[in-house]
């Protein structure tokens, strides 16, 4: 068992708005091993790209510790931040708004060396065209800009900016959402050979079940703002344990149409997770929620590794 | 209606719609044709451009006046050719008899406007009844889409995504209409969300016998809501087939490539079996075939001046492509 | 795609320049080149104008007041002799450079200022923006008029205090523009690789911001020649002798009913300007559009 890459200990993010503090990440505890992928999975608003930013130090967290090979960097100085954040990349989900329209393929992909001022012209030269090369991007398309390329090729020249400076750590945050089946499948490729070729270590943030089934080592599944259930992927399709795990995957419609899902659709008002109250977010609209409920929630460890935050697990499980 | 009984409810032919821009000609939609019975639910699908929001827009003739044209083609809905109707006649025909579920509900909804008094508007304006009758009849669909009537005087804003979709919804079904357009209808919903929609669409349909066309690139919508199924690609159907042939016999390379491309969620394959290339540039389509360049089954024929000639199978599977025979065969 | 021909082995593709591309863009439009002629004829009549006036613009010569347009003075002369071509030659430099120089004052501060404000954001864009609000909530006229009496008249006091009322419109129209583009997450993206908020300004904001600035500056050069003209007109501006073409006006002004034509000339001159400066600006902003882009 090789030693994380990235720890968080209960990770909290809350904003300030004008109803009350939004509880965006509240109380998240992971850790990811070298070279694995932690898929995140949640629906829009729990918090999942906040997660992401969070822990890559784009947004101040609100408490809790961040650590990255083992170095504590919760509350690091310019400096150190600034040596820390080359270790941890981000891949943003739009194609069309990551990319500055002014620039071209070759200054985006430069940008990072030159910043890191660590190389001299003739070698951030040289790194250009090594890392076109690895995302596949012709060279022919070095001067281009992105409103030439189409969405996969604008993803692959995003992927070589965050790759620019060898990080340890990427946030892929739902790189594929935007694309096209066909091109989202080169992409989802072009990541994994990536992460086997530089023991990448990734977080994989996302809404669509089945490429997080696909990419992911291990699984959380947040809702609003909280983990619910964390356990190595093939486990959590085989055996989900959390109401809300149980009803978000049988709501994906399956291609199988000899096997549909037998859908259980949720009814209820979604809590809001400005100032919640203590209890289980998913109670409102929980077919099991019983008074216990509405009581804070601990996670258990259920079986080796697969962690539950659900009071009534057992009887569920 | 005089047309004999065998016609079809909705048949499109032979559909040709170009846009202009730039002394460009994009070539969106490039001969399509098909036909639908009553009560039955189309999924139109494809990725990005391959020109279904068109097919929808022309048949609702609600394609832009300008940089725009259909150039050829037939439509005809219950025997009443629609392209030659004039523009008074088809407003008569929009809302009573189609109606349009779009994408983003956000920008389908008027923000300044209750919920209720936009439906109330829609029933007001197709139908010939009083005020109270109208707003009973709007409470009415705000139930039947699983919203309680007290929200009649709330605002978009104040409702969810997936509840604004359900207004939307109740929009479109609020005149009853016998042919329901729904573009991408829970592509920005969340999965959960999306489950109830999608649920909520096909039961009002089967209720109110009517049909519709779903747009969608996702299979897995398609495999839970449509009957038949049309595989388009460059503004052209390539397969066409019920539910049951698509899935358990894809023909053409393009459908088979979809399917490889797509994360299965029992396999554990380690790589993704991604369709090489990137779809047609629509100003300048491939000479022949439009998948040629990117099949893998290739052949000197398919790059021959001249359309794809139509396969039928027996019980109604089409096919557009010339080595059909040897598509899928050598990994058997 | 494998049907597009790739250049020559080895060769990579030269970065295309913007600039180059606007400049293409608006060779296309034949108002927009119509402008940009008309200016660069007011330009190279102002720098070459010794050569080309026929007479020096303040010799007087009391034989020949008043003269209608002939064939010895093209303008006809003025009340004492001074030949009106001359003059508006001349005044090409004082008009011309007054507005070119209190457009690009207006600008720059405008630029930091508004990309400052647009940018930090929180306290320091609410001070900024109060101060602009006081400044914008002055009659622009008065303002203009109180600053230059405060530093007095001639030409570069002239061209700070028109520049100095411009900068509230300017830093808005910029603080606007940073505000919508630095939520995008190619900011996010320049963030997570170190940039400097120095270089993710100079570097993405401003360019992807700018051409709305442009195209209104470039207009508003017409404006501030005209302005130009009437602190001349008020005798705020420039001082006689120099023939500024808003001073001309000015002198002119008691003579209308009987020699309009001494009118007429420099009225033209100055509003040949102002549509040369429209046309380009028009031109700019479609050029300029990337919606419009090929």
Known sequence: MSAPVIEVQGLKKYFSTPRGMLHAVDDVTFKIEEGKTLGVVGESGCGKSTLGRTIIHLHEKTDGKIFLDGKDISDLKKKELKAAREKMQIIFQDPYSSLDPRQTVDATIREPLIVSRRYTKAEIDEKVEALMDLVGIDARLQMAYPHELDGGRRQRVGIARALALDPRFVVCDEPVSALDVSIQAHVLNLLKKLQQEKQLTYMFVTHDMSVVRHISDDICVMYLGQVVEKCEAKELFRNPVHPYTKALLSAIPSTDIDNPNQREILTGEITSPINPKPGCRFAARCKYATDACHEPQVQEEIAPGHFVRCCRCHEIG | MSENMNSPYLSVKDLFVEYYSNDQTVKAVNGISFEMEKGSVLGLVGETGAGKTTVAKSILRILPDFGCQIKSGEIYLDGQDLLSLKEEEMRQIRGNKIAMIFQDPMTALNPVMTVGDQIFEVVKLHNDMTDEQCKARAEEMLETVGIPKERYEEYPHQFSGGMKQRVVIAMALACDPDLLLADEPTTALDVTIQAQVLDLIRDLQKKFNSSMILITHDMGVVATTCDNVAITYAGRIIEYGNKEQIFHHPTHPYTIGLFGAIPSMNGDDEWLHPIEGLPPDPTNLPVGCSFSPRCPYVTDVCRQEGDVPKRITADGHICFCYNMDKVGKEEQ | ?294
């Open chain 3, 1 to 294: 795609m494998s049907d597009i021909t790739v250049n020559a082995a080895g060769a990579r593709p030269k970065k295309k320049s913007e600039f180059v591309r606007i400049m293409k863009e608006l060779s296309r439009n034949k108002l927009a080149v119509i402008g940009v002629v008309l200016i660069i004829l007011e330009a190279l009549i102002a720098i070459f104008a010794p050569l080309i006036a026929p007479y020096d613009p303040l010799e007087m010569n009391l034989a020949e007041t008043f003269m209608k347009p002939c064939a010895k003075h093209l303008f006809g002369t003025d009340d004492v002799g001074r030949d009106l071509l001359s003059r508006i030659i001349y005044g090409a430099r004082y008009s011309l450079s007054t507005g070119v120089l209190a457009m690009i004052f207006g600008v720059v501060c405008g630029l930091l200022v508004g990309s400052i404000a647009g940018y930090a954001g929180g306290q320091v864009d609410n001070i900024i923006m109060r101060i602009l609000d006081v400044i914008q909530a002055l009659p622009g006229m008065l303002l203009l008029i109180v600053l230059a009496s405060m530093l007095g008249g001639g030409f570069l006091n002239t061209v700070i205090a028109m520049g100095v009322g411009a900068i509230a419109g300017n830093a808005r129209l910029i603080r606007a523009q940073i505000m919508k583009e630095k939520s995008a997450e190619y900011i996010e993206a320049c963030d997570s690789i170190n940039c400097s908020k120095f270089r993710i300004v100079m570097k993405h904001l401003l360019p992807n911001t700018i051409s709305p600035i442009i195209v209104s500056a470039s207009m508003s050069i017409g404006n501030y020649v005209v302005l130009g003209s009437s602190m001349s007109f008020i005798g705020l501006g420039v001082q006689p002798p120099t023939p500024e073409w808003g001073a001309l006006l000015s002198d002119a002004r008691s003579y209308i009913a009987s020699y309009p034509h001494l009118v007429m000339f420099p009225g033209m001159a100055i509003a040949i300007t102002v549509l040369a400066f429209n046309l380009l600006g028009d031109g700019l902003r479609d050029a300029m559009d990337p919606k419009l882009k090929h």
